[in-house]
């Protein structure tokens, strides 16, 4: 992929064969703009490649479909994992401004989110590699809440427009790690992660529903981020009932008030509808797929079909919105419109 050069001015002059092709530049040098939002595609292909998974085991609809769901979503991650460490090699500069980014800083947690989803999907049929990859993504994960969370107490740049539902990633992303870990390690490390995504899960949605009520709005790049509101209830609702092995009062609070959010932001869905795509994009995915797993696991305990048939129905919409947004970003990535400044 090659960065469009620009027109030249009517009345510039004409350009040597020497300058014709200048070295890349920051501003032109496309691994510097890799971004690492980019392992967002991860966690949407990941979560999609889970529900599908899920389907089979309680409906049994063909593996294959989530099998091979599993190895794309493996695929990419390498891929993209590849692509990021080289521009760690490379381009270090470029890594250190990601990272104290105010908005870009909190979606490096993404690699490891990504990990304990790997984990999760292959948990069935390689439990001695997940159980690897599972602590792998879990130390990382921890790693990456004490850097950002230090960042947020400790800084001299961040103020309150710049809070948006990404901020949840970095923490919240902890309530993940017990939907396998309750299997992998003893109970009490999935409590200690569990707890740390519900506390500051609260901590976090006052202060973000304080600068969407009473602020600007989020800039258009960002609104997909809103998505993300639905993912820290859904995926606690799944690790909350595997680590009780059941369902309570508790675990339906979760599960409603995903359902409710769901449903607040479909209400809104011609608004996003109208939106360009960007990479951002990628934040509707996880939070549907995360919601569409919290459904067939709560029609799987209830015993009710009303939840089983709305997890058919969002796995129809997570499959529809994951395609779009694959379409999408080959077409882009094809146009050269990735890996460029912001």
Same mark, same amino acid.
């Given at each position: 992929?090659?960065?469009?050069?620009?027109?030249? =001015?009517?009345?510039?002059?004409?350009?040597?064969?020497?300058?014709?092709?200048?070295?890349?530049?920051?501003?032109?040098?496309?691994?510097?703009?890799?971004?690492?939002?980019?392992?967002?595609?991860?966690?949407?292909?990941?979560?999609?490649?889970?529900?599908?998974?899920?389907?089979?085991?309680?409906?049994?609809?063909?593996?294959?479909?989530?099998? $091979?769901?599993?190895?794309?979503?493996?695929?990419?991650?390498?891929?993209?994992? !590849?692509?990021?460490?080289?521009?760690?090699?490379?381009?270090?500069?470029?890594?250190?401004?990601?990272?104290?980014?105010?908005? /870009?800083?909190?979606?490096?947690?993404?690699?490891?989110?990504?990990?304990?989803?790997?984990?999760? !999907? #292959?948990?069935?049929?390689?439990?001695? @590699?997940?159980?690897?990859?599972?602590?792998?993504?879990?130390?990382?994960?921890?790693?990456?809440? *004490?850097? @950002?969370?230090?960042?947020?107490?400790?800084?001299?740049?961040?103020?309150?427009?710049?809070?948006?539902?990404? #901020?949840?990633?970095?923490?919240?992303?902890?309530?993940?790690?017990?939907?396998?870990?309750?299997?992998?390690?003893?109970?009490?490390?999935? #409590?200690?992660?569990?707890?740390?995504?519900?506390?500051?899960?609260?901590?976090? $949605?006052?202060?973000?529903?304080?600068?969407?009520?009473?602020?600007?709005?989020?800039?258009?790049?960002?609104?997909?981020?809103? +998505?993300?509101?639905?993912?820290?209830?859904?995926?606690?609702?799944?690790?909350?009932?595997?680590?009780?092995?059941? *369902?309570?009062?508790?675990?339906?609070?979760?599960?409603?008030? !995903?359902?409710?959010?769901?449903?607040?932001?479909? =209400?809104?869905?011609?608004?996003? +509808?109208? *939106?360009? +795509?960007?990479?951002?994009? #990628?934040?509707?995915?996880?939070?549907?797929? @995360?919601?569409?797993?919290?459904?067939?696991?709560?029609?799987? /305990?209830?015993?009710?079909?009303?939840?089983?048939?709305? !997890?058919?129905?969002?796995?129809?919409?997570?499959?529809?919105?994951?395609?779009?947004?694959?379409?999408?970003?080959?077409?882009?990535?094809?146009?050269?419109?990735?890996?460029?400044?912001?």
């Amino acid at each position: 992929m090659s960065t469009p050069v620009p027109h030249a =001015s009517p009345v510039a002059p004409a350009a040597s064969p020497a300058s014709a092709a200048p070295a890349p530049t920051a501003a032109h040098d496309r691994l510097s703009h890799f971004p690492v939002a980019l392992f967002s595609i991860v966690m949407g292909m990941a979560g999609l490649a889970l529900a599908w998974l899920k389907a089979h085991h309680l409906s049994g609809v063909p593996e294959v479909i989530g099998s $091979m769901l599993r190895l794309l979503a493996s695929g990419i991650f390498l891929f993209l994992l !590849a692509m990021y460490l080289s521009k760690l090699l490379r381009r270090p500069q470029a890594v250190k401004a990601d990272w104290t980014h105010p908005v /870009r800083l909190n979606f490096f947690p993404a690699i490891s989110i990504g990990l304990i989803l790997l984990a999760v !999907a #292959w948990a069935r049929d390689l439990p001695g @590699a997940a159980a690897w990859i599972w602590g792998l993504g879990a130390a990382l994960h921890l790693a990456f809440t *004490l850097a @950002a969370m230090s960042s947020w107490i400790h800084h001299p740049r961040y103020k309150l427009e710049h809070a948006n539902p990404a #901020w949840f990633i970095p923490v919240v992303g902890n309530i993940l790690v017990p939907i396998a870990g309750v299997g992998f390690a003893p109970q009490d490390v999935s #409590w200690f992660f569990f707890s740390i995504g519900v506390v500051f899960w609260l901590v976090l $949605m006052t202060i973000i529903l304080h600068r969407l009520f009473f602020n600007e709005p989020l800039p258009a790049r960002l609104a997909p981020t809103l +998505f993300i509101l639905i993912a820290p209830p859904a995926a606690g609702f799944l690790a909350y009932v595997a680590l009780i092995d059941g *369902l309570d009062a508790f675990a339906r609070v979760l599960y409603f008030t !995903a359902l409710f959010l769901t449903l607040l932001l479909a =209400s809104n869905a011609l608004r996003f +509808f109208r *939106l360009p +795509f960007a990479i951002s994009g #990628w934040a509707y995915s996880f939070p549907l797929a @995360a919601m569409t797993l919290a459904s067939f696991e709560m029609g799987a /305990r209830s015993g009710l079909g009303f939840y089983t048939s709305l !997890a058919w129905l969002l796995l129809a919409v997570l499959t529809a919105v994951v395609t779009l947004l694959s379409v999408k970003t080959l077409i882009a990535a094809s146009k050269g419109r990735i890996c460029v400044p912001e």
